[in-house]
């Protein structure tokens, strides 16, 4: 199969003879990523990052699989065979000529050369056949991701410069008259675009409007130098001596227009005599920050006015705090036509500039001389005033170390103005407009590295210029030091630079070129800490959680809560600690760029091994401790609160969140949690891995977090075999098995190893709790099978190992469960007295969940009786519960219950509960949850004769109960589905459909169902 993709407008596959568009958001963005990457495979990781740009939810690489799937099919039948899945990555395995980008860029770089080798009718032949790949915008669409962006940006980039090769081409051809009116739009499109406004002049010339090309040329200057104070490029200017070269004029210098004066230093009419102009020179490859522009012109553009307009801009070191402030100043001289004034405060070391000092250096440039020199700070400080009373003169005051340095050398008043450049947020002074500045965003990043290293480069590595943006954690001064390597090493591929900067240990060595040095700049604001304060930023940067709340603070760095408020206050005013975000229980947390941990990590920084241990375990004894409080204080329990021998008391500002609000705790503290039970593992601390682990294990399970539950036990594990902590691996078995016996289409066996093997560890260390829970997980398997016998025996022995260990939690599950069991083999009277017991017993616990858990059970085995009135009491009463311990995925399973139940009584809040049923269900990915209510909402199509409604959603449920492996569920699905097939009209498959679930019915030892079933199968 000859297989065809486009992205140059909507995103589109060909696979036979006609052009389809993919459905689905996500699917089509992932399509877009891997077309981007034609031929090569994209690791999963990197895939859920951009497809949910760094902030992927807990079931990503499930829901990955569904729209790899959705693609195959969309592909067609071979779809499998074209997306392939390779050592946990995928791979869309075609050649790259298949991607309409890529023939585009081919094209146009052919088509390019032609033109440079003077080709001009294959150069238009070839630009043309490039631009008319193009439907509409790249990826039109398509969500954005980092890679996309960056990518479309490009083609974007790489569309206007073939536009205007192709416009070439055709003026040399002798074409000019169709080129006016495009180049017209063009110029209004890009304005600054200098290559179109040649050709516009080349056009005019060329029709024999010399006087409007040489004016459209005074035009352009006047607006560069004016707008950006830079002269004509090369494209221009060459434009504009071909013209004047027709009548043997040179191209004179001295012509500059009135602005061009002012943006070259020259003095212009109205200017103050020899007014200074000390800002830094432009730079020509400025990047981003549009709105941070905006924001500060909107406040210094503006008329002569009695008030002093000051603008602060604050930010991490490297972040472009000056490039951002020169870039403005450029942009204003026009503004202020009395000049500026410049000068680096030097705030960021021990040494910054007296306020003396830098005013004689401002009032000698507005022509004070000699004995007129004041000599306190006070005198010269009235003296700047009274010499800017009246004039509109722009102040650049760079590293700034506070408001005391600043204050003595502001303007008075009007109409001059200031801006002021910080670490710190100045928010003492007086100040018109703040600018906090932070890391680009990826698509910026990428944009710098293209502007310095070329669109060539980027173009031929992409995966490797976003990896390397990545590793510069998007530090504009980084990024431009790794791109300026880039560009020094035009034979030496980007991923070899990449490769240098994976490992941390040299990174900062490689950030390094000529007098640009990340290291140098960071180590300015750490040079200017206090000896506390520099210790406290090497004990953080310690611990691998992304970011961390002030008690976790506290206990690495071992200070009381008064003195870390005030050493967290002195790291955040320096920018090499960050404000990252006020988490789910209201606690502001803490984070280090990575560049900054990296420093802080450095051997000469960090104090001997045995402290740094230290520094660490006492971090992640805080989290385990809290862990434990949380996990203590939720709504149920999953399983025996088995910790390790160790005993850890929970103490500090992180106690009354975690067991006020325990649910909420561990949201906050999820990505933490996985981070220190790696970091443990990985620093033989098995004891403090498992534990972390197996006190965050009812949250996984109650949140339906298998994905994080499982790898978190699985790292876990690991270091138990590796340390020999049998307690600690049946464990982490035992959780393991009761993650999968949870997960959607996980493997039967595989949660069959897991609690076999947790059932013999912990019986060789003699752990009646843990053994009592493995067997009970047995069961669970069992029953998935449809092994009833093979479970009501397991449940046996839990309950037998429960009594004698006084287990009441664990009394409470086997009793739930029988209960299940039971009603699926039909015998309802023995399941309510079951379920009925697990109430009782979970009332004397006070474990809300299970009340809810046992009601629910109550209300469907009530419903299967025929008494809906006890049925509908029943389940409202679960749903009471459940709503007041805030239990999203009970609460889907119980709406989807007792919307069943009103199906059957012909209730009018039948399909509201059932959609809201649905809707709690796709929130929380439950899959289980999502086929309930499918179920009944077909069913109620059913009754309402509506029969293709009911056959799409029960043919859904039935596949879906199949993923969720509840053979129950899916009989009686499946029995549902051959009463829509006969309503249809379709007999056969109504047969074939009632086959299956009386098959389902008799493994089950159900007899009364599935005798009720096959008389739907028998012919009529």
């Not at 040399?172 to 110029?187: D, H, I, N, T, V």
């Not at 002049?201 to 200057?221: D, F, I, K, P, T």
């Not at 503290?669 to 004891?687: C, S, W, Y």
């Amino acid at each position: 199969m000859s297989l065809r993709f486009r992205c140059l407008g909507s995103l589109e596959i060909r696979s036979a003879h006609e052009w389809q568009a993919v459905a689905g958001g996500k699917a089509r963005t992932l399509l877009a990523i891997l077309m981007i990457n034609a031929g090569e495979p994209v690791p999963v990781g990197r895939l859920i990052d951009e497809l949910w740009c760094g902030n992927p939810p807990a079931s990503a690489r499930s829901l990955l699989r569904g729209y790899v799937l959705s693609l195959r099919r969309a592909i067609g039948q071979d779809g499998a065979a074209f997306l392939t899945a390779e050592a946990n990555a995928y791979c869309l395995q075609v050649g790259r000529e298949s991607v309409d980008a890529y023939r585009f860029e081919q094209l146009a770089v052919d088509g390019q050369e032609a033109l440079r080798a003077g080709d001009v009718d294959r150069a238009a032949r070839l630009l043309g056949a490039a631009l008319a790949l193009w439907c509409g915008p790249a990826f039109a669409a398509v969500a954005t991701s980092p890679l996309i962006a960056a990518y479309a940006a490009r083609l974007h980039e790489l569309h206007l410069a073939a536009l205007e090769a192709r416009m070439e081409a055709d003026l040399l051809a002798g074409r000019a008259e169709k080129l006016l009116g495009p180049l017209s739009q063009l110029m209004q499109e890009h304005p600054a675009r200098e290559r179109i406004i040649a050709l516009w002049m080349r056009a005019l010339n060329a029709q024999g409007r010399r006087a409007e090309a040489l004016n459209s040329y005074v035009a352009a200057r006047r607006r560069l130098a004016g707008e950006f104070g830079i002269e004509p490029g090369p494209h221009l200017r060459q434009a504009h001596r071909e013209i004047l070269a027709e009548d043997g004029v040179d191209d004179p210098p001295a012509s500059d227009p009135p602005s061009a004066q002012v943006a070259t230093g020259r003095k212009q009419p109205g200017a103050t005599r020899d007014a200074p102009w000390q800002a830094p020179a432009s730079i020509g490859d400025f990047t981003g920050r549009d709105v941070e522009l905006a924001g500060c012109l909107k406040v210094l553009d503006q008329g002569p006015g009695t008030v002093m307009h000051l603008v602060a801009i604050s930010g991490r070191a490297g972040v472009g705090k000056t490039t951002l402030t020169t870039r403005l100043a450029h942009l204003l001289r026009d503004t202020y036509p009395d000049g500026q004034l410049y000068a680096d405060l030097h705030g960021d070391s021990a040494g910054s500039t007296a306020p003396g000092e830098v005013l004689g250096r401002f009032l000698r440039a507005l022509g004070v001389q000699g004995s007129e020199m004041p000599e306190t700070t006070d005198e010269r400080s009235a003296l700047l005033r009274s010499r800017l009373a009246g004039k509109r003169l722009l102040m650049l005051l760079d590293n700034a170390a506070g408001e005391q340095q600043v204050r003595p050398l502001l303007p008075g008043s009007g109409p001059s103005a200031a801006v002021v450049v910080s670490r710190r947020r100045l928010s003492a002074l007086d100040v018109s407009h703040f600018v906090d500045l932070d890391v680009f965003s990826p698509a910026c990043a990428l944009s710098l590295l293209e502007q310095i290293a070329g669109v060539e480069r980027v173009a031929a590595e992409p995966a490797a210029a976003s990896a390397l943006t990545t590793l510069c954690g998007h530090l504009p001064l980084a990024v431009r030091i790794a791109a300026a390597r880039v560009s020094a090493s035009p034979g030496t591929p980007m991923s070899w630079l990449v490769q240098q900067l994976m490992d941390e240990r040299s990174r900062l060595d490689e950030l390094s070129i000529g007098d640009l040095d990340v290291r140098t700049t960071i180590a300015a604001g750490y040079h200017g800490l206090s000896t506390v304060e520099q210790r406290a930023l090497c004990r953080l940067a310690l611990l691998d959680a992304a970011d961390f709340p002030a008690w976790a603070v506290a206990a690495a760095v071992d200070l009381t809560t008064a003195e870390n408020r005030q050493v967290l206050r002195a790291l955040v005013d320096r920018r090499l600690l960050d404000e990252v975000r006020v988490d789910q229980v209201g606690q502001l947390r803490y984070g280090l760029h990575c560049l900054v941990r990296i420093f802080a990590r450095e051997p000469d920084r960090q104090e001997p091994p045995a402290a740094q241990l230290a520094v660490i375990e006492r971090a992640l004894d805080s989290w385990l401790a809290l862990a434990q409080t949380a996990g203590a204080a939720l709504a149920a329990a999953t399983l025996a609160d088995i910790r390790p021998p160790r005993p850890i008391a929970a103490r500090g500002d992180g106690v009354t969140a975690a067991a006020g609000s325990p649910s909420a705790w561990f949201e906050a503290e999820r990505a933490a949690i996985a981070a220190a039970v790696a970091q443990a593992a990985r620093l033989g601390r098995a004891d403090l891995s498992w534990g972390l682990a197996a006190a965050t294990h009812s949250f996984y399970e109650l949140r339906d977090l298998f994905d994080d539950g499982q790898h978190a036990h699985e790292t876990a594990l690991a270091a138990c075999r590796a340390a020999g902590d049998q307690l600690g691996e049946a464990v982490m078995l035992r959780d393991l098995a009761d993650l999968h016996s949870s997960k959607p289409g996980s493997d039967v066996e595989r949660k069959l190893e897991f609690a076999a093997a947790a059932l013999r560890l912990f019986q060789q260390v003699r752990h009646t709790e843990g053994e009592a829970d493995a067997l009970y997980l047995c069961a669970t398997v069992h029953r998935t099978r449809g092994d009833h016998a093979g479970a009501v025996a397991r449940l046996e022995e839990s309950l037998q190992a429960c009594r004698s260990a006084d287990y009441h939690l664990g009394e409470l599950h086997v009793w739930q469960l029988l209960g299940i069991v039971r009603r699926q083999q039909g015998r309802n009277d023995e399941a309510l007295t079951y379920a009925t017991r697990a109430l009782t017993i979970a009332r004397d616990l006070g474990s809300s969940r299970d009340q809810s858990v046992a009601l629910g059970l109550i209300g469907i085995i009530r419903r299967d009786q025929d008494e809906p009135h006890q049925a509908e009491q029943a389940l409202v009463a679960a749903i009471t519960i459940a709503e007041e311990s805030g239990d999203p995925v009970q609460l889907a399973f119980l709406h989807g219950h007792l919307g069943a139940l009103y199906v059957g009584s012909g209730h009018p809040r039948a399909r509201p509960v059932l959609e809201r049923g649905l809707e709690l269900s796709r929130a929380s990915h439950s899959v289980f949850g999502q086929a309930l209510a499918l179920n009944a909402l077909g069913r109620l199509d059913l009754a309402d004769g509506d029969a293709p409604a009911a056959l799409d959603r029960l043919g859904t449920s039935a596949q879906l109960y199949r993923a969720a492996q509840n053979t129950y569920a899916e009989a009686k699905a499946l029995a549902a589905l051959a009463e829509a097939h006969r309503l249809a009209g379709d007999p056969e498959q109504a047969r074939s459909s009632a086959r299956a679930a009386v098959l389902i019915f008799r493994q089950l030892g159900n007899d009364t169902e599935a005798d009720q079933t096959a008389l739907l199968a028998a012919d009529r």
